[in-house]
């Protein structure tokens, strides 16, 4: 449909039932903040700490805010942001922020564990950009 290759899946307490699963919208409506809002429309706060929003990438600092906001306790991503740029430079269409998930979070009132970049999966997760972004 021409979106940007991200998305997101929310996995329950569990670690194993996938809630909800969101791709990317536009540059506002990331996976990530989409995913989080709706999440938080639909679970308890309580419930979400328990929960898990694995991404592509290492949320931007917007999804990473609303990830905190949402009560969601864990993030795990495949590749970081600092490898997404190397992708895209500059390209107007992903002005991404030198601005790490775990910096956001130090900021917070509130724990939420990180993991990522998964260097297992991080190749997987940059294959469908090189094109994708060598084609914008």
């Not at 740029?85 to 107007?92: C, I, K, Q």
Request: glycine residues 8%.
């Amino acid at each position: 449909m021409g979106r940007h290759p991200f998305g997101a899946l929310l996995v329950g307490p569990d670690d194993e039932t996938v809630l909800a699963e969101q791709g990317n919208i536009d540059t506002v409506n990331h996976a990530e903040s989409t995913l989080a809002r709706h999440a938080a429309d639909n679970w308890p706060g309580e419930y979400l700490a328990r929960c898990t929003l694995v991404t592509t990438f290492e949320p931007c600092a917007m999804c990473t805010g609303t990830i905190y906001w949402a009560n969601i306790g864990r993030i795990v991503y495949g590749a970081s942001e600092e490898a997404l740029l190397a992708l895209t430079g500059s390209h107007e269409e992903n002005p991404t922020l030198s601005l790490p998930c775990r910096e956001v979070i130090a900021r917070g009132q509130k724990p939420i564990d990180v993991t990522g970049p998964v260097t297992e999966v991080e190749a997987e997760m940059l294959a469908p950009h090189r094109d994708f972004w060598q084609q914008r």
